[in-house]
């Protein structure tokens, strides 16, 4: 067992000085809150140090939890969890070793691993506005609500878009012709989903340099209810609807670009079903084009405000830092968004990448936990925000335009 408290903000770089010499205690940062802990019989220390700044420490039962979930998954299945930092996808979660073996054994949209020791899992990053570069600056203009709603309309008029159905591949095929009216080189490639077969959409446009890096955006277009079988409704307006007419929005806009590296979009199936699609594209990546990639953005979920401020959450991995800077800056440059960051990836097909050791991030609407419509039939039109999809995705050009190194 352990004990442990919490420090606010104000108070943690004091409480950081205070336990620099305590080995014992160990912390981890969920943006505002600092959580401290440490055996239970070293108590005396914590007591001691911290008792003064975030009050008398509170004795667990078990030992302390990460826990990443999609929308409310977790706390939806564990009503009663000794919930000890709640920042909705990331919570801090007291647990004994035979509720963890519990949790294990229940099929759920979260991960869960030991509370990462003195680290810090999210953080809100400060706003530091850098002066436009014109080129960019014109392309994240050419960014459509109406187009973007068209698309997200024609996505949600599928019924379903489960990855086994009739209708998953009438989308498919609705999205390689639309790229392919923009000029892009495009292939649906089989992918298998249990016993049975979907598709990835797979779009290439060739950039002029001599040696060429591959940038990569992609978003799952597979949709599912939860509460049904295949054939239930599953609208996936927001989830993935909105990442996926992201991807569409971005190929308009960049296909008549004149640009150095070569862009790539990728329309994943089979992710609700476990990252399916990313896993077997990855898999499938011979040694010329893993060799080539420079960056994977990763769109899911990016159109339900959730928060009282327009919020975006980039998270990635160590590998993914230089990219999740480069989404900072432009985010922070030509949007309105509040930047959240968090190095722990989970649950979406920027993970397929970063296990392969390939810099990927995923953009993905703040506070998503909030979200209680995903996976189910009221995922629907009526919650969509096109002013915050627009944000990220503008964000988003941004960096793919750098990154392509587009010219006038």
Same mark, same amino acid.
């Given at each position: 067992?352990?004990?442990?408290?919490?420090?606010?903000?104000?108070?943690?770089?004091?409480?950081?000085?205070?336990?620099?010499?305590?080995?014992?205690?160990?912390?981890?940062?969920?943006?505002?809150?600092?959580?401290?802990?440490?055996?239970?019989?070293?108590?005396?220390?914590?007591?001691?140090?911290?008792?003064?700044?975030?009050?008398?420490?509170?004795?667990?039962?078990?030992?302390?939890?990460?826990?990443?979930?999609?929308?409310?998954?977790?706390?939806?299945?564990?009503?009663?969890?000794?919930?000890?930092?709640?920042?909705?996808?990331?919570?801090?979660?007291?647990?004994?070793?035979?509720?963890?073996?519990?949790?294990?054994?229940?099929?759920?949209?979260?991960?869960?691993?030991?509370?990462?020791?003195?680290?810090?899992?999210?953080?809100?990053?400060?706003?530091?506005?850098?002066?436009?570069?014109?080129?960019?600056?014109?392309?994240?203009?050419?960014?459509?609500?109406?187009?973007?709603?068209?698309?997200? !309309?024609?996505?949600?008029?599928?019924?379903?878009?489960?990855?086994?159905?009739?209708?998953?591949?009438?989308?498919?095929?609705?999205?390689?012709?639309? %790229?392919?009216?923009?000029?892009?080189?495009?292939?649906?490639?089989?992918?298998?989903? =249990?016993?049975?077969?979907?598709?990835?959409?797979?779009?290439?446009?060739? =950039?002029?340099?001599?040696?060429?890096?591959?940038?990569?955006? !992609?978003?799952? %277009?597979?949709?599912?209810?939860?509460?049904?079988?295949?054939?239930?409704?599953?609208?996936?307006?927001?989830?993935?609807?909105?990442?996926?007419?992201?991807?569409?929005?971005?190929?308009?806009?960049?296909?008549?670009?004149?640009?150095?590296?070569?862009?790539?979009?990728?329309?994943?199936?089979?992710?609700?079903?476990?990252?399916?699609?990313?896993?077997?594209?990855?898999?499938?990546?011979?040694?010329?084009?893993?060799?080539?990639?420079?960056?994977?953005?990763?769109?899911?979920?990016?159109?339900?405000?959730?928060?009282?401020?327009? !919020?975006?959450? %980039?998270?990635?991995?160590?590998?993914?830092?230089? %990219?999740?800077?480069?989404?900072?800056?432009?985010?922070?440059?030509?949007?309105?968004?509040?930047?959240?960051?968090?190095?722990?990836?989970?649950?979406?097909?920027?993970?397929?990448?970063?296990?392969?050791?390939?810099?990927?991030?995923?953009?993905?609407?703040?506070?998503?936990?909030?979200?209680?419509?995903?996976?189910?039939?009221?995922?629907?039109?009526?919650?969509?925000?096109?002013?915050?999809?627009?944000?990220?995705?503008?964000?988003?050009?941004?960096?793919?335009?750098?990154?392509?190194?587009?010219?006038?």
């Amino acid at each position: 067992m352990i004990t442990f408290t919490i420090i606010q903000d104000a108070a943690d770089s004091l409480a950081r000085t205070r336990i620099a010499r305590q080995a014992s205690v160990k912390w981890c940062r969920f943006n505002d809150e600092t959580l401290y802990w440490e055996d239970q019989h070293q108590e005396q220390l914590l007591n001691n140090e911290l008792r003064q700044l975030g009050g008398n420490p509170q004795i667990g039962q078990g030992n302390l939890y990460l826990v990443v979930q999609v929308g409310n998954s977790f706390l939806s299945h564990f009503t009663h969890a000794r919930v000890v930092i709640n920042k909705g996808r990331y919570l801090a979660v007291d647990l004994t070793a035979k509720e963890v073996e519990d949790i294990e054994q229940k099929p759920a949209c979260f991960g869960i691993c030991p509370l990462p020791e003195n680290t810090t899992i999210f953080e809100v990053q400060k706003r530091i506005k850098r002066q436009p570069v014109p080129k960019i600056d014109s392309l994240v203009a050419m960014v459509s609500q109406t187009l973007l709603a068209e698309t997200i !309309t024609k996505f949600v008029g599928f019924r379903t878009r489960h990855s086994l159905t009739s209708e998953f591949s009438a989308a498919a095929n609705w999205i390689k012709s639309n %790229l392919e009216e923009h000029g892009f080189s495009v292939s649906k490639r089989t992918i298998s989903v =249990g016993n049975s077969t979907s598709f990835n959409v797979v779009a290439d446009r060739q =950039g002029s340099g001599t040696n060429r890096r591959l940038v990569i955006v !992609t978003a799952h %277009l597979d949709s599912v209810n939860r509460m049904g079988g295949v054939a239930a409704i599953a609208p996936g307006a927001d989830d993935n609807g909105s990442g996926a007419a992201g991807v569409l929005e971005i190929g308009r806009i960049l296909a008549t670009q004149s640009a150095e590296n070569d862009l790539r979009l990728i329309l994943f199936g089979g992710e609700e079903q476990g990252l399916l699609g990313s896993q077997q594209y990855v898999e499938s990546l011979d040694s010329v084009d893993r060799f080539r990639i420079d960056s994977v953005i990763n769109m899911d979920m990016i159109a339900t405000l959730n928060t009282s401020t327009l !919020t975006v959450l %980039l998270e990635g991995a160590a590998i993914s830092q230089g %990219l999740m800077d480069d989404l900072t800056d432009a985010a922070h440059s030509y949007t309105s968004l509040v930047v959240q960051t968090s190095l722990n990836p989970f649950a979406s097909d920027h993970v397929s990448f970063i296990n392969a050791s390939l810099p990927s991030l995923l953009t993905i609407e703040g506070a998503d936990s909030a979200n209680h419509n995903i996976h189910t039939a009221n995922d629907t039109l009526d919650h969509i925000h096109y002013g915050l999809a627009s944000e990220i995705l503008k964000m988003n050009v941004a960096v793919v335009a750098q990154r392509l190194g587009i010219r006038d």
